[in-house]
């Protein structure tokens, strides 16, 4: 194999005839091009800061020696598919115990941080910014959310040989966990102050809504959103895929 493709253990789940292509300068329009000249390739998205690079379809059979050959390809590897299997918790504990067992509260009352003047980007299901403990606001003036998008939506099924992405307006949870990571990182409402209440968040919807029981994203989708939230200057982001 090329030293230039990396292929993933049989075990890792990826879609087939999609490969995340990075290329070796900032010229990402011009080897896109050539990538789109070759017979049974479409490059679907490209990314041209942060990262430079491509999402590109082939056909399934398409050896991606071929791909490593084009002129300005730096690295090749497939696009993995991942999953969050929902669950529900059995016990419930209040942000201030949790603040004084991991020094939050610490940090707060001695040294007066939280968070403000910080930009935090949040990769994950998406947020229901309408909670009360966030505000009920999205990019209004004096709303912790500032930043962020969709890049999924609703219809999005692994299941499908090409699934529907028909991102939303605004990065709506339709399941939960965007909301509860939001809350420990930056709730400010009346009954929950997360770790950075004064902190300006984003949230770059990454995952789909449930499909009997399990949301699901990949690879692609998630630079989407990690490349976006690097643009819009968050000092810090946050993925967490499986927890």
């Known amino acids: 194999m090329h030293k230039r493709v990396y292929e993933y253990p049989s075990h890792v789940p990826v879609h087939s005839g999609s490969f995340i292509v990075e290329f070796e300068d900032h010229q990402v329009h011009t080897h896109a091009e050539n990538l789109n000249a ?8 490209r990314f041209t800061k942060g990262f430079h690079g491509a999402v590109v ?9 071929m791909l490593a050959q084009v002129p300005g390809v730096k690295r090749i590897w497939r696009n993995r598919k991942h ?3 929902t669950r529900k918790g059995k016990r419930e504990i209040t942000s201030p115990f949790l603040h004084q067992m991991t020094g939050v509260a610490q940090a707060m009352q001695e040294f007066g941080l939280d968070g403000t003047g910080v930009k935090i980007g949040i990769i994950d299901t998406g947020v229901d910014y309408n909670h009360p403990e966030f505000g009920a606001c999205w990019k209004t003036e004096g709303c912790p959310w500032q930043l962020g998008k969709d890049f999924i939506g609703d219809k999005y099924d692994p299941s499908s040989e090409n699934p529907i992405i028909e991102p939303n307006d605004t990065p709506t949870d339709c399941y939960g966990h965007g909301t509860h990571v939001s809350g420990i990182i930056g709730a400010r409402g009346p009954h929950v102050q997360g770790i950075a209440p004064g902190a300006t968040l984003g949230m770059y919807r990454a995952f789909s809504c449930p499909v009997n029981g399990t949301l699901h994203t990949d690879d692609s989708i998630i630079m989407q959103g990690m490349v976006a939230a690097h643009e819009d200057g968050c000092d810090i982001i946050n993925v967490s895929l499986g927890a």
């Open 38 to 45: 070759l017979s049974s390739v479409s490059v679907h998205k």
């Open 83 to 85: 999953s969050l299997t």
């Open 57 to 65: 379809a082939t056909s399934k059979d398409l050896n991606p020696e």
